[in-house]
């Protein structure tokens, strides 16, 4: 299966991919990965709280790099900046932003309104990061995949970022599983609900 992300973003500096198998149809994956709420994915909660702490201090940005309790997982994520690349139901999501997320108060995340904008994006001093979920289907299940890449714009970017990333990494992979194991649940909890319901008299 070809990432979505090769398209988006061929060229890259930093990669992560996680992936998970789903014991029903992709539609049903695709309807949890957008019911999930913030709610179901505590680990989460405590990771990006931890990295939005210093936003709360005088001069920081204004809140919203944690992920509050009452928000969907989808929304939330969109709600720091990152812009829907490309949709395709129930098969690819892909999101990204031109940001400078190693700033201890969350530097810039610069807008762009669609995927030609950001691919165009020079400007230096920030890093382009796209996150893909993609869908495949197996059988009765469904392969849930998730691709995070990062390209920095220039030279003094990828020396700030490069340490950034070393320390986040192992925190950005948990949160990664703790999502794909948040919308398994939720796809399969939901797919037996309604098995059981058709059943019933």
């Known amino acids: 299966m070809t990432a979505v992300l090769d398209e988006i973003l061929p060229i890259y500096r930093h990669r992560e991919r996680h992936a998970t198998q789903i014991a029903t149809a992709p539609e049903a994956v695709w309807s949890a990965l957008h019911a999930i709420s913030s709610g179901d994915l505590r680990l989460t909660r405590v990771l990006t709280g931890i990295r ?3 936003q709360r201090l ?14 969907g997982f989808i ?13 395709d139901p129930p098969w690819t ?22 995927v030609e904008g950001f691919r165009a994006f020079a400007r230096p001093g920030f890093v382009l990061i796209a996150t893909s979920f993609e869908l495949e289907g197996l059988g009765d299940g469904t392969r ?5 890449r990062v390209q920095p714009t220039d030279a003094a970017a990828a020396r700030a970022f490069r340490p950034y990333w070393w320390a986040i990494r192992a925190g950005s992979g948990l949160i990664r599983r703790d999502v794909l194991h948040a919308v398994r649940r939720r796809a399969e909890r939901d797919t037996t609900s ?8």
């Open 52 to 54: 939005a702490l210093p």
């Open 58 to 71: 005088p001069g920081g940005r204004p809140p919203g790099g944690g992920l509050p309790a009452d928000r």
């Open 75 to 87: 929304e939330a994520f969109l709600e720091r900046g990152y812009r829907k690349l490309r949709v």
């Open 93 to 114: 999501l892909v999101a990204g932003a031109p940001a400078q997320p190693w700033r201890l108060r969350g530097g810039e995340t610069a807008g762009v309104e669609d």
């Open 144 to 148: 849930l995949s998730t691709e995070t």
């Open 194 to 201: 309604a098995a059981v319901t058709i059943q019933s008299p």
